[in-house]
């Protein structure tokens, strides 16, 4: 039995904007939702009130949007649903990762300082940065070369968007930053400490993305001393108290309380990654259930009672997502972000008149062009390392590429090759996991991209010959944090005591099931098998292509 009138609050923090909802706690009913988008966005081209202008592979954050997110969205839920906020028990938080901030010890952004404020790396590194290729290429290496197991955990390779390749990119960039820093921090668990006063992390935030694990925590400082003598003591940077996901960071301080009407102490689980918190919500505990969390990425999770070593993946946790099993991730580092890149510099005019006319976005109208057209029509295939490959190659140095082009392409053909590539990016990571060791049967989509498109949904059904389930929860990772909120808060204060408790009570019915279409899927692998090819090529034989144009282009900067 569960206390009657009892909420909880999950707050997902996206890459442009935060959503929150309000959830009942015995029925999973959702009484409020609230969005907040940040002003500052993603920071790439210049710092915020500074005339500096940022290099590229540059992605920042300003954390002053967080905090008033976090104050307002709760707010929001407080004041304008029908509910006593003394009733509310919990508060989840889940995050884009790796978003980094450097803090003093008041643990106080040094972007808010005037002396660093125009330095761009006292400010939060968003997810997407990739800034920090060369440290990670160094982390690799080193790994490989000396033996290091840990790496093992991480498809033996790391990503320059992970945590110690930011952090080392700031200590040769700009030392005076990293000297400066008591410590460097998720932009999650700071939010966490704006709530609580406690600064804590997660088995998902440090395990997947700063190499912790429950048995030697953080890679010795030897290993990146082995790097640079400089670099000793980079783990005293990072922080120490390292709690299992679902479990209680703190209590809501007293100034928290008094601005949101709900009580001083109330419980607020440690934070988490946006894509794993979706995990309990579709039920998928099993090893052969796949989630893709779709937005301007895609995040691939999966949870499974063994550990497997695999090539090419972001990770393998214990603990990481649900609490007995190993946590594994994988993802694409752009999919979304793709199309919406294609309709703002390419799609033409007529799109745009049509879009007006019908009173729709234009990704409705490329989607339905795109719809009209049969599989192979164009003759196109492109690779959809927009944002580079995150997996199975990890190397944000590869770019995009279509194939095919003639004088007679139109914008729509080029427009479903991207889409198609999406797709043909989760086949790899499907695949390639399979042939290691880690069964796939069922598919689950979430996150904002599974409810936009249905066009897109059926290409992914189509090029991967599978069904794919979309979640039957709209902001699907806020829920999961209320989820794990409410496990925090455990059963006496009116929550659960475990996740998979709050799953019987709380995952919903499918919103719909995608099936593929077969006579497409055997077309499809015709093109998936040309896909691969370019994948070798580009990203293998020789990806020292993409590297030298890369380079050409921030030379000329």
């Known amino acids: 039995k569960f206390m009657n009138n009892r909420y909880a609050i999950g707050i997902d923090f996206g890459t442009l904007s935060a959503r929150a909802v309000l959830v009942d706690v015995g029925s999973g009913e959702e009484k409020g939702t609230a969005i907040f988008a940040y002003q500052d966005a993603v920071i790439d081209r210049m710092l915020p009130n500074c005339d500096v202008d940022l290099p590229a592979d540059f992605a920042l954050q300003n954390p002053a949007d967080y905090k008033e997110a976090t104050e307002a969205l709760l707010k929001d839920l407080c004041s304008n649903s029908d509910i006593d906020p003394h009733n509310i028990i919990s508060i989840g938080i889940d995050f884009t990762a790796c978003t980094v ?55 033996g390779t790391s990503s320059s968007e992970w945590f110690f390749a930011k952090l080392m990119e700031i200590y040769y960039k700009a030392p005076e930053i990293y000297n400066a820093t008591y410590k460097f921090v998720e932009a999650g668990d700071w939010v ?22 429950e048995e030697d925590g953080y890679p010795p400082s030897q290993f990146f001393e082995e790097i640079d003598t ?9 922080i120490s108290d390292v709690r299992t996901v679902g479990t209680k960071a703190g209590g809501l301080t007293d100034e928290m309380a008094a601005l949101t009407g709900m009580k001083p102490g109330t419980s607020v689980a440690v934070s988490l990654i946006d894509a794993h918190s979706a995990t309990p919500v579709v039920g998928a505990v099993e090893g052969d259930s796949m989630i893709m969390a779709m937005g301007t990425s895609l995040c691939h999770i999966l949870v499974s009672r063994e550990e497997v070593f695999m090539e090419g993946i972001s990770g393998v946790v214990k603990d ?37 006319n019908a009173n729709i976005n234009p990704l409705a109208v490329m989607d339905r062009r795109a719809a009209g057209l049969k599989v192979g029509e164009s003759g196109l295939v492109a690779l959809d390392w927009w944002n580079g490959n995150r997996s199975m190659l990890n190397n944000a140095n590869l770019s995009g590429v279509i194939t095919g082009m003639t004088l007679g392409t139109r914008s729509e053909e080029i427009y479903r090759a991207l889409v198609e590539a999406t797709a043909f990016g989760t086949r790899e990571i499907v695949e390639s996991m399979e042939k290691q060791g880690v069964p796939i049967r069922n598919i689950y989509a979430c996150g904002g991209l599974s409810r936009k498109s ?32 409410m496990v925090a808060a455990g059963s006496k204060k009116g929550g659960y005591d475990d996740i998979k408790t709050a799953m019987e009570h709380l995952v919903k019915k499918p919103y719909r099931v995608y099936i593929p279409s077969m006579d497409n899927h055997q077309i499809y692998n015709k093109l998936f098998a040309a896909y691969q090819k370019l994948i070798q090529f580009f990203g293998q034989d020789h990806k020292d292509i993409m590297q030298g144009l890369k380079q050409l282009k921030a030379n000329s900067l």
Not at 127 to 153: P, S, Y
Not at 230 to 238: E, H, N, Q, S, V
Not at 460 to 465: K, M, N, P, R, S
Request: aromatic residues 14%.
């Open 230 to 238: 400089g670099l000793k003591g980079i783990t005293d940077k990072a």
């Open 454 to 485: 249905e066009f897109v949904l059926q290409t992914f059904a189509d090029v991967l010959g599978r069904k794919i389930i979309v979640s039957g929860v709209v902001q699907t990772t806020a829920y999961g944090a209320a989820m794990y909120g």
């Open 320 to 356: 990481g997502v649900i609490p007995g099993y190993y946590g594994y991730e994988a993802g694409q580092a752009a999919v979304g972000d793709i199309y919406e890149w294609f309709v703002s510099h390419l799609a033409s005019a007529e799109c745009f008149d049509e879009a007006a």
């Open 192 to 213: 966490v400490w704006l709530l609580t006063g406690e600064l804590t992390t997660s088995t998902c935030m440090a395990g997947f993305k700063a190499f912790w694990n």
């Open 101 to 155: 901030l450097p803090v003093d010890e008041a643990i106080r952004p040094l972007c808010y300082q005037e002396k660093f404020r125009e330095n761009p790396h006292s400010w939060p590194k968003l997810w997407k940065h990739h800034g920090a290729q060369r440290e990670a290429d160094a982390i690799n290496e080193t790994a490989r070369r000396n033996g290091w197991d840990f790496i093992q955990r991480y498809g």
